[in-house]
C-alpha cells in the first residue's frame, strides 16, 4: 500500500543549481472516497481527495528573497526575506520546508513552507551553492564550493554534522531516489563525486571531458543515470549510476545550467544560459527532440509532480517561464524578484485516509474472504453510523478494527500493511475528534 506522503515524488522537483563561481511489484495505489455525511457539521470532517496545487519556490540574488509561485494561478502568493544571496532551493519529500543556499553569506535558510517564514539560520561552508534532501527527509545535502566541501544537515536538528572533501568548486547535486547516493558535480575539477550517505564518503569520482566545467546534475525516477550539465562545451553527460560511468554526451545550447526530469523518466529538460533557451533531451534515444526559447539566461528549472510543466528562471529576465511539458511550449511567465536563480516545487501528497479508502485498501490485500468480510463490516458499520451523526459508536467500531487488524498482524495481514492500515485508522478516528 502506497504511504500517505511517498517521499520518491519530489526527487525530481527538488534538483537544484547554482551560479558558477567564476562566471556567472511495486505498492498499489489507492483508491479514495467521500463520507456521505449529511449534517453540516459532518462534511467538515469528509476528507475530499481535492487535487492539490503545488507551490515553486524561487530563490532571487539579487533582491535576497524567495518569491513563492502558486503554481495553480501562476501569481505569487508570497515573498520571503531577508533571505541574502538566496541560490539553491530544495524541498522537504514531505512539503513542510524548503531549503535555500546563500552564497555570500556562508549559510543556509529554512522556511517553514506553512508560514512562509524563515525558522533557522545554519553556518555551513564558504560559498554555499547547490542543495538536495534524501527521501526520507533526514537531511540535506549541500555543495560549499569555495570550501571544495559537501555539509551534511541533519534536518531534525538543523545542524551540520558531516563535511565531505569532494572536487574542486563543487556546484549541483542530486541524491539517487532510494537515497544510498548523493552526485555531485565538481566544477574545476571537471568530475562528479560520488558519495554513499550511510557513512558520508566518497566512494567514486566520474572523470567527464576536458574542460567540461559541470554544473547540473539530475538523475532518474529509477536511478539508473545521472545527467549533468557541462558549462563550456555545451553538453550533457549521461553516467550510468550501477557502472559510474560516462555512456553518452549530448550536444545541447550554448552555457547549459540546470536540468531535471519527468516524473516518468522519459525526458530531461536542460536551462542553456546564453542561448535563452531550453533543451528537451528523450532519455529513451538520448537526443534533443525540442528546442524551447524562454527569457534572459535562463537558469534553473523544476517541474511539478504531475509532469505537466517545468519551470525555468529567466535570470536577466527577473522571471519564471511556464513550460507545458505536452506541446514544449513557454505559456506564460511569471515576474519574480531580480536575478533569480535555483527553483522547487513543493511535492504532491497523497489525501487524508477516510473510511471509504479503509475499506477500498482492506478489499485489495487479497485477505481470506472471512477475514476481509469481517474487518469490512467493522468499517462498514462505523460508516453508517457517521452517516446518522453517531460519532461515538463510530469511534467504538474504528478502535474494534484497529484492534483486529494488529492481532491478525503478521498471522493472516502483511505486517507492513498492518501498520498502515492501523495508523490510517487512527488517523480517521483523529478527524472524528474521538
Given amino acids: 500500500m502506497r504511504k500517505r506522503t511517498p517521499a520518491a515524488i519530489v526527487a525530481v522537483a527538488a534538483v537544484t543549481v547554482a551560479s558558477i563561481r567564476s562566471g556567472g511489484g511495486g505498492p498499489r495505489k489507492r483508491r479514495r472516497g467521500l463520507w456521505a455525511a449529511p449534517l453540516a457539521a459532518l462534511a467538515m470532517l469528509a476528507l475530499a481527495p481535492a487535487a492539490l496545487a503545488q507551490d515553486a519556490y524561487v530563490a532571487n540574488v539579487g533582491s535576497a528573497n524567495v518569491s513563492v509561485i502558486d503554481t495553480a494561478t501562476n501569481t505569487v502568493t508570497a515573498t520571503i526575506a531577508p533571505v541574502a544571496f538566496a541560490e539553491g532551493v530544495a524541498i522537504t519529500p514531505d512539503g513542510a520546508r524548503a531549503y535555500v543556499t546563500n552564497s555570500d553569506s556562508d549559510t543556509v535558510s529554512v522556511i517553514d513552507t506553512a508560514t512562509n517564514t524563515v525558522t533557522a539560520t545554519i553556518t555551513v561552508g564558504v560559498f554555499p551553492k547547490g542543495v538536495a534532501i534524501t527521501p526520507d527527509g533526514t537531511r540535506a545535502y549541500v ?89 563550456h562545451p555545451g553538453t550533457v553527460s549521461v553516467i550510468d549510476t550501477a557502472t559510474n560511468t560516462v555512456t553518452a554526451t549530448i550536444t545541447v545550447g550554448d552555457v547549459p545550467r540546470g536540468v531535471a526530469i519527468t516524473p516518468d523518466g522519459a525526458r530531461a529538460y536542460v536551462t542553456n544560459e546564453h542561448s535563452d533557451t531550453v533543451s528537451v533531451i528523450d532519455t529513451a534515444t538520448n537526443t534533443v527532440t525540442a528546442t524551447i526559447t524562454v527569457g534572459d539566461f535562463p537558469f534553473g528549472v523544476a517541474i511539478t509532480p504531475d509532469g505537466a510543466r517545468a519551470y525555468v528562471t529567466n535570470t536577466a529576465s527577473s522571471n519564471v517561464s511556464v513550460i507545458d511539458t505536452a506541446t514544449n511550449t513557454a505559456t506564460t511567465t511569471v515576474a519574480v524578484g531580480t536575478w533569480p536563480t535555483g527553483v522547487a516545487i513543493t511535492p504532491a501528497t497523497a489525501p487524508a485516509p477516510t473510511i471509504t479508502s479503509l475499506i477500498d485498501d482492506v478489499e485489495g490485500l487479497g485477505l481470506h474472504p472471512g477475514t476481509e468480510r469481517s474487518l469490512v463490516r467493522k468499517l462498514e458499520g462505523a460508516q453508517k453510523n457517521v452517516d446518522k451523526g453517531e460519532l461515538d459508536e463510530a469511534c467504538e467500531k474504528l478502535a474494534s478494527f484497529a484492534e483486529q487488524v494488529e492481532a491478525l498482524s503478521g498471522k493472516k495481514i502483511d505486517p507492513d500493511d498492518a501498520e498502515e492500515l492501523t495508523a490510517d485508522a487512527t488517523a480517521v478516528r483523529e478527524d472524528l475528534g474521538c
Avoid: K
Wanted: proline share 6%; charged share 10%.
Fill in 143 to 231: 555543495t560549499v564550493s569555495d570550501s571544495d566541501t559537501v555539509s551534511v544537515i541533519d534536518t531534525a536538528t538543523n545542524t551540520v554534522t558531516a563535511t565531505i572533501t569532494v572536487g574542486d568548486i563543487p556546484m549541483g547535486v542530486a541524491i539517487t531516489p532510494d537515497g544510498t547516493r548523493a552526485y555531485v558535480a565538481n566544477q574545476s575539477s571537471h568530475t562528479v563525486s560520488v558519495i554513499a550517505t550511510a557513512t558520508n564518503t566518497v566512494t567514486a569520482t566520474v572523470p567527464l571531458a576536458t574542460q567540461a566545467f559541470p554544473q547540473g546534475v539530475a538523475i532518474t525516477p529509477d536511478g539508473a543515470r545521472a545527467y549533468v550539465t557541462n558549462v
